[in-house]
Structures are given as C-alpha cells and as structure tokens.
C-alpha cells in the first residue's frame, strides 16, 4: 500500500478547482473545424494521481535554491515537459507511419508512447496506445482477433484521432496544475 506524500495530496486540490475551457484545433486530426472541450475538475479518467504523486514527490529531491526552498517542481515539470515534446513528435511519427502503411512502425510507436505514457499516469493515452501496439501486429485483443492490413489500418486511423484528444486533454490538465502549483 502506497503512502500519500504532502505534495502528492495537493494534487487533490486541483479537483476543486473551476475548470477551464480549452480550444483545441481538430485540424490536427483531419477535420476543418475547431470544437470546444472542458478540462473536467476531477483528474480521474485522464490521470492516475498515484502514478502522477510518484513522479511529483522525486521534486523534494531538487536541490535547494537561495531562499532554502527549494526549486519547487521544477524537476517533474521539466519530465512532463519532455513528454509534451516526445508526445507531439511521436504523432507526427505516427501520421507518417500510417500513411506509407507501415504497421510493425506505428506499433513500435505504439509501444513507445504507451510506456511514457504509462510513466506520467496518463492513462486515456497509454490505454489508447497499447490498443495502437496490438493493430499494428494486426491483432485485436479484445476480441483475440487477427486483423487484415486494411482493417488494422483504418482501426489505427481511427485511434490516432482519439488518442490525440485524449492527449490534449491530459496535457491541458497538467499544465494547468504546474500553473496552479507556480501561483501558490
């Protein structure tokens, strides 16, 4: 049984907090419009906040600044950041994979992106991912079916619009906590 830090209790607070509206742009998955998405209050479903807890509680390890306080969370945002990053080159990646219908890539992508995922708690993405992981071995393992080239594909295609969404929604959430937590 895991032991809530000090810090990982706060993020708890965030759950209380007014959300936010977002505008994310569609383009990115293919579509012309723009649509409106709310960062919900409560993390749960798009961030495991035990995962998340871990990775914030390696901030006390930061070294002290000039006022004793320490840096704060620079060292964990400096870790999501990075995951912005990876994130966004990774889907880049992904697009190019599947347009010359590469499917051992975009599983290899899969694979890739899930475990960062995995590390930071973001859980939509990750889920997402592994599903991405098993049709580029056209196999899906709901169903413990194989897949034809065609349908893997098109189930890819289809999964890649989604796990964007969910990833802008997951990286809009936490940089609302790391611009909550620097007000404090």
Not at 3 to 11: E, G, N, R
Not at 15 to 27: C, H, R, Y
Not at 51 to 64: A, K
């Amino acid at each position: 049984m895991a032991t809530t830090s000090p810090k990982a209790t706060k993020v708890a607070d965030l759950a209380t907090s007014p959300s936010k509206t977002i505008t994310t742009d569609a383009d990115k998955v293919g579509k012309e419009q723009k649509e409106q998405k709310e960062v919900p209050h409560d993390p749960s479903g798009i961030i495991d906040m035990e995962i998340l807890g871990q990775v914030l509680e390696m901030d006390e390890l930061d070294e002290e600044d000039e006022d004793g306080e320490g840096s704060g969370h620079e060292f964990s945002k400096g870790i999501v950041w990075n995951y912005f990053e990876q994130a966004n080159t990774t889907f880049d990646e992904m697009k190019e994979a599947l347009e010359s219908k590469d499917l051992p890539k975009l599983s290899s992508l899969g694979h890739f992106l899930k475990g960062s995922s995995a590390a930071l708690g973001v859980t939509k993405v990750k889920d997402s991912c592994e599903k991405m992981q098993h049709y580029g071995h056209r196999r899906d393992e709901e169903t413990g079916k194989d897949l034809t080239e065609p349908e893997a594909l098109q189930r890819i295609k289809d999964l890649l619009e989604v796990v964007e969404e969910d990833y802008e929604e997951a990286a809009e959430w936490l940089k609302r906590y790391y611009r909550e937590k620097e007000e404090e």
